[in-house]
């Protein structure tokens, strides 16, 4: 129980602290170009349903169907607006950072190998390699009105990336047997293999100028969330993987003598 | 008392890979339920609420 504890503790350190630093750079970054893509994406207006017959114009306002994409908040206008945005996308990002904590103290915890701040910037940056690069390789990070495949094939072909790279990475760092290490590699490279899914056509509202900065605000962003997420979780996780080290070495003393 | 303290260490050690492995798939299974519900879900709230930061940790969004 005290492990749990110390352990959700840890995640929850250094879940807020990235999930902190996250939100102020994506406020800098990441964010400016969500709020000036979605201005593109308004402007693509839902198929007028103006060319319906007269008189029945009331019954096809209520009525509109248009497939395009919504945005729950849209541009947001006055300051309460903005700063309840401001305040949810802290909250996610907060979450975020305290699920893939927990994720990753517990790959920690497993390996049991020695960790600290200077090697858990290593299992940072597999964590970044893992959910950030790989799933990037075939689904770049995306602003609203982009044009996408079906959002369910993309939200699983990513989580078969990121599982993927993360389970290869894994039996590279630590398996011995070279078919473990052999099925985990494949594992990595068959999403990709496979392919990602997109759509017919790639055309979308948004300037590839926009897109193209994106991605590079969105991967930057992300490779400081997880070195703070991965140094913290490593600082913090070392005194629990160092006990279950040191235990062995304390038991061969004796019978040394 | 050299058999008892190899006793006690044997039985801490397996103790504690249970702990081990008892802590680490609560923290799994509570860190997948907390990245489902801010990458994943599709309920228009969760999605509205969490839009921001699942376009900048590129997410698939919408």
């Known amino acids: 129980m005290d492990l749990i504890r110390r352990l959700f503790t840890a995640a929850l350190v250094a879940g807020v602290l990235s999930g902190t630093a996250a939100s102020v750079v994506q406020q800098a970054t990441t964010v400016p170009l969500i709020l000036e893509a979605e201005k593109y994406e308004v402007v693509t207006p839902p198929p007028a349903p103006a060319v319906a017959a007269p008189g029945a114009a009331a019954a ?16 947001p206008t006055t300051l309460d607006e903005a700063m309840q945005r401001i305040g949810l996308t802290i909250v996610s990002n907060l979450l975020t950072g305290v699920a ?4 990753l103290s517990a790959a920690m915890l497993l390996a049991g ?7 858990g910037l290593v299992w940072g940056a597999g964590g970044f390699v893992a ?21 369910e094939l993309r939200q699983l072909w990513w989580l078969a990336a990121a599982a993927g790279a993360g389970v ?8 011995r047997n070279r078919l473990v290490i052999a099925a985990a590699v494949i594992a990595a490279a068959l999403p990709h293999l496979v392919g990602a899914p997109h759509p017919e056509s790639a055309e979308g509202a948004v300037p590839p100028e926009l897109a193209a900065h994106f991605v590079t605000a969105s991967l930057g962003s992300a490779a400081l969330f997880w070195a703070i997420l991965g140094a913290t979780c490593g600082w913090l996780i070392s005194g629990l993987v160092g006990e279950a080290e040191h235990r062995p070495a304390l038991r061969v003393q004796p019978g040394a003598r | 008392m050299t ?10 050690a397996t103790r504690s890979a249970a702990q081990t492995a008892v802590a680490a798939f609560a923290a799994i299974l509570l860190g997948s339920f907390l990245l489902y519900g801010v ?11 969490a839009h921001d930061a699942r376009h900048s940790f590129a997410f698939p969004c919408h």
């Open chain 1, 131 to 151: 959910v950030s690069l790989a799933p990037s390789f075939g689904l770049p990070p995306e602003l609203p009105g982009m044009a996408g495949a079906d959002l």
């Open chain 2, 39 to 49: 990458g994943f879900a599709q309920p228009q709230q969760i999605h509205d609420a």
């Open chain 2, 3 to 12: 058999t008892r303290s190899i006793h006690t260490a044997a039985g801490s």
């Open chain 1, 113 to 119: 190998r020695p960790v600290d701040a200077r090697r």
């Open chain 1, 100 to 103: 893939y904590a927990l994720l």
């Open chain 1, 168 to 175: 290869g990475m894994a039996a590279l760092a630590f398996a």
């Open chain 1, 60 to 75: 096809a306002e209520s009525h509109q169907h248009g497939p395009v994409r919504e945005v729950g908040e849209g541009v």
